[in-house]
């Protein structure tokens, strides 16, 4: 158990660039979450997926925002056009879907937009 | 919907002092409530978590959190810290068991 892996750590672009991020989850685990951190905030809920089926999103998740799980293992977050406001840690969690499964967190992406 | 309240957003403490941090909730059905650490540098991780049965919940490390129902709140605690319990703490409560909704956080941070 590795446990859950996020990169890159850091990520600085000029508005209006677009942006990947990739969350490699704890293996066999079949939930992935991606929540979103502002400065000064808790973590905030933007979707999740159980395997590759994304079954929630947040309406804090515009139509800029895509994220993918394609063979149920790693997931992509992609962001298009950024703005100043998406500025944020992006954090990535994931667990076994039991009920009442922890879960566990990544150390997180650093979104700085110029 | 759930909101979490963390009435303190920095809490110093000496070590081996006692330290309490507040979390309040409001929801009109029952929850699932949780404490989450993130020491510097590091992710979150699941401090503990109240989902049904004894009101008390503890840790590994020395924490419990009580659920009070009436008073809607899962205030944290513990008698003696250390240095190493330095960290931010977050309160979260949820419905079901991935969504979850946190509050802003505590900063601990314990001097010699």
């Known amino acids: 158990d590795t446990g859950v892996s996020q990169d890159p750590r850091h990520k600085i672009t000029k508005r209006g660039q677009n942006v990947t991020f990739r969350c490699d989850p704890i293996?066999?685990?079949?939930?992935l979450y991606w929540y979103r951190q502002t400065l000064g905030q808790g973590p905030e809920f933007l979707t999740y997926?159980?395997?590759?089926?994304?079954?929630?999103k947040s309406r804090l998740l515009s139509d800029r925002f895509s994220a993918e799980r394609p063979k149920g293992s790693f997931s992509t977050l992609e962001i298009q056009r950024t703005e100043q406001g998406d500025s944020a840690m992006y954090l990535c969690?994931?667990?076994?879907?039991?009920?009442?499964?922890?879960?566990?967190f990544g150390n997180g992406t650093r979104l700085t937009v110029t | 919907a759930q909101s979490v309240t963390q009435l303190d957003s920095q809490v110093p403490v000496f070590e081996e002092a006692p330290v309490e941090l507040r979390c309040n909730y409001s929801?009109?059905?029952?929850?699932?409530l949780f404490w989450y650490v993130q020491y510097p540098n590091q992710g979150l991780q699941l401090l503990l978590k109240?989902?049904?049965?004894?009101?008390l919940v503890e840790s590994i490390n020395g924490f419990e959190a009580e659920f009070n129902k009436s008073q809607t709140s899962f205030h944290l605690r513990k008698p003696s810290v250390h240095i190493s319990d330095t960290a931010e703490y977050f309160c979260?409560?949820?419905?079901?068991?991935?969504?979850?909704?946190f509050g802003a956080g505590t900063t601990v941070t314990v001097r010699a």
């Open positions: 997926f159980q395997n590759e089926a994304q079954l929630e």
């Open positions: 979260a409560v949820s419905l079901n068991d991935y969504k979850l909704s």
């Open positions: 109240y989902l049904s049965g004894s009101t």
């Open positions: 293996s066999e685990h079949n939930r």
């Open positions: 969690a994931s667990s076994s879907g039991q009920n009442n499964s922890p879960l566990h």
């Open positions: 929801s009109s059905v029952s929850v699932y």
